[in-house]
């Protein structure tokens, strides 16, 4: 009998064999399943027992995964039926389900792709973040632009990683997508990995995978491997046909059934995610800052477009090297082209979907509300500039080197300009905010008043942990240790939801606990990223435990200071104390250690109760609104800001 070591090699040796046997690379690539590259005989939608491919309506998609998941249930308690755990076999499962719902019999091939992707939902759901994938297809107007140099910065594949999906743009649907995976704690690579993909698993880097790929690829992809031996599940997407709502014409946008996506990924509650309404504003959010929109803006407002009339070319080396920029208006330049870089754009969307849930929870009047719509899309602008101004500082701060897969700025341009550009970035979010255009005095009074209190709070926030930082020996207690996090966290969420409630003609604090519903979500996300350092951040190029070596102060040090004995207590200190000094081999022998000792005094464990604890008081918060729209968002805030994990011990622990 081989081990699972053993037997798990066989696998992959047996795999990777008839891989090689069946043709080139490229067509191994396309024979998963996952690729975009696929050769003519497997783009014909007809599987192997002559049944055309389709895809179902969505009302059908409704029905027959509904029932693919009925199907499963007792699978889970009794096992899978023997005469279900071969492809033949799902495949007549699948005959039975369509026929049940009259639909065609073009219909099998997903049906069966179904079945199998809620079979694995749970165990999706369940494991640990950094042992997951999401695989997504190209754009196809990634895939139709020919001169890589013309190619927008989204484009690029970052030095170290794995390529990333090419999108068309912050509101493409694949952003969307790589956005929320990676804020639920998943891995996101091209379909175009596929082979090194099933390699992974086999080899155990990875214990689940969901891809997003054509039908007829999909067929192949789940014929290589035992329908059920890993969580493999995957959504089915349709030829582009343009006809959708498209970031650009030709957008994946009409392709992918993006809910269904979210929904695997986790974010929501798993079967109906509520992603489903929220997507088009999340869209739209990350749409206001491409180059065109923010002209727009900037000429709405009577700003001067001149600074970012030739941003948005392309052309990487006009966008960042100092020597082609007019000094009287590099500031200009450099802050626009930051604020357009990318990013997840959750500020704005949260402004955006607060305000449109207060309006909708409120009078049915609809007179003036579109200029008032128009002033929360402006707003949510301001919110990001801030966001963004921010990140400028704290890279420096920090001394991040790396931003949304490229080098930081001040790594580009040094760290006086790129104080500045912060700098620029705060004075123009101000500004912006200054020219909103209200109908009420007192409304555009109060958003000022808002975003200048957050300003503060964020500040003292980042202040107390810079002085911490220079105070040697200083132990903070885990107590303040949230404290501060409330402080560098919080105020952003609080103030993204109170400008949308404000505009929607709503005082704040009349619609709900929304400072104690930020300050909760503002710590749980904050120590949920303590916990996700431990993993790194290929896009950055973090190592594993960046916080830890950089001497920051985090929650998880501040809990092994209260729990650890004296004797692994010394060690740890000794850990960090000598953990610059050592080569890149020696650092990461001594990252293991000291995850180890963090593991054995239980600090992970406690990081994670924490999470749930203020997740909860969060959710009890917004049970506390009484507007339905208004509290579904906060909901929804919670599950993509603090998406549900599994155990980060088991994850270390094995």
Not at 6 to 15: L, Y
Not at 229 to 258: E, K, T, W, Y
Request: glycine share 8%; proline share 5%; aromatic share 6%.
């Amino acid at each position: 009998m081989l081990d699972s070591s053993q037997s798990r090699s066989a696998k992959k040796k047996q795999i990777l064999d008839d891989l090689k046997n069946d043709g080139s690379i490229q067509s191994n690539m396309a024979s998963t399943g996952l690729s975009d590259s696929v050769s003519p005989q497997s783009r014909s939608r007809v599987d192997s027992r002559g049944y055309a491919q389709k895809i179902p309506n969505e009302k059908l998609r409704g029905q027959l995964r509904a029932m693919a998941t009925d199907a499963v249930a007792s699978w889970k308690t009794n096992g899978i039926p023997s005469s279900l755990r071969l492809t033949n076999g799902i495949k007549r499962l699948a005959e039975q389900l369509v026929v049940r719902t009259s639909a065609d019999s073009s219909h099998v091939g997903w049906t069966m792709v179904t079945v199998v992707s809620e079979f694995w939902r749970d165990q999706l759901s369940k494991t640990a973040p950094g042992k997951k994938l999401l695989l997504l297809p190209d754009c196809s107007v990634g895939l139709h632009v020919q001169n890589r140099k013309s190619m927008p910065e989204f484009f690029e594949v970052s030095a170290g990683a794995s390529p990333h999906p090419r999108s068309c743009g912050p509101g493409c649907v694949v952003t969307v997508l790589e956005a929320a995976a990676i804020e639920s704690g998943w891995g996101v690579a091209s379909s175009s990995q596929a082979l090194s993909v099933i390699s992974g698993l086999l080899e155990g880097r990875f214990d689940a995978v969901l891809g997003v790929a054509k039908l007829e690829e999909l067929e192949k992809a789940f014929s290589m491997l035992p329908v059920f031996a890993f969580p493999i599940a995957a959504v089915p997407m349709d030829a582009v046909n343009g006809n959708g709502i498209s970031h650009s014409p030709g957008c994946l946008a009409d392709c992918i059934d993006a809910d269904w996506v979210l929904g695997l990924l986790g974010v929501g509650d798993g079967s109906s995610s509520p992603a489903r309404g929220y997507l088009p504003l999340l869209r739209e959010a990350s749409t206001l800052f491409l180059p065109k929109a923010i002209e727009e803006t900037f000429k709405t407002l009577g700003l001067d477009p001149t600074s970012i009339q030739s941003i948005g070319t392309g052309d990487k080396k006009s966008q960042v090297e100092s020597s082609q920029l007019c000094p009287l208006h590099a500031a200009d330049r450099l802050s626009i082209e930051f604020l357009s870089r990318g990013g997840k754009f959750l500020r704005p969307f949260i402004t955006l979907a607060s305000f449109d849930a207060v309006m909708l929870d409120g009078s049915s009047e609809t007179s003036g509300r579109a200029s008032l719509r128009e002033s929360a899309k402006i707003a949510a602008i301001a919110i990001e500039v801030f966001h963004k101004a921010s990140l400028v500082h704290d890279d420096i701060e920090d001394a991040d080197e790396m931003r949304y897969g490229r080098t930081s700025l001040h790594v580009d341009h040094g760290i006086p300009t790129a104080i500045n550009v912060g700098d620029y970035l705060l004075g123009l979010g101000y500004q912006i905010i200054s020219l909103l255009p209200s109908p009420d005095r007192a409304i555009s009074a109060d958003v000022l008043k808002i975003l200048s209190s957050a300003h503060v709070k964020l500040a003292r926030g980042q202040g107390a942990e810079l002085w911490w930082r220079k105070s040697a020996g200083k132990q903070l207690s885990v107590q303040e240790t949230l404290e501060m996090y409330s402080l560098k966290t919080s105020p952003a969420f609080e103030a993204a939801i109170g400008i949308g409630v404000r505009l929607a003609g709503v005082i704040p604090e009349e619609a709900g606990p929304i400072s104690r519903f930020a300050s909760h979500v503002g710590i749980a996300f904050q120590i949920l990223n303590d916990l996700k350092d431990w993993e790194g951040d290929l896009e950055n190029a973090r190592s594993s435990a960046g916080d830890f070596c950089g001497g920051r102060p985090t929650v998880l040090m501040a809990i092994a200071h209260e729990r650890m004995a004296p004797e692994p207590a010394e060690k740890l200190s000794q850990i960090v104390l000598g953990v610059g000094a050592h080569s890149q081999d020696s650092i990461e022998e001594k990252i293991e250690c000291a995850k180890q000792l963090l593991a054995d005094a239980g600090v992970f464990t406690a990081a994670e109760n924490l999470v749930i604890h203020h997740r909860q008081e969060a959710s009890a918060a917004a049970a506390l609104v009484t507007m339905p729209r208004f509290r579904e968002v906060l909901e929804f805030l919670i599950e993509i800001a603090v998406p549900r994990f599994s155990s980060f011990e088991k994850t270390k622990n094995g």
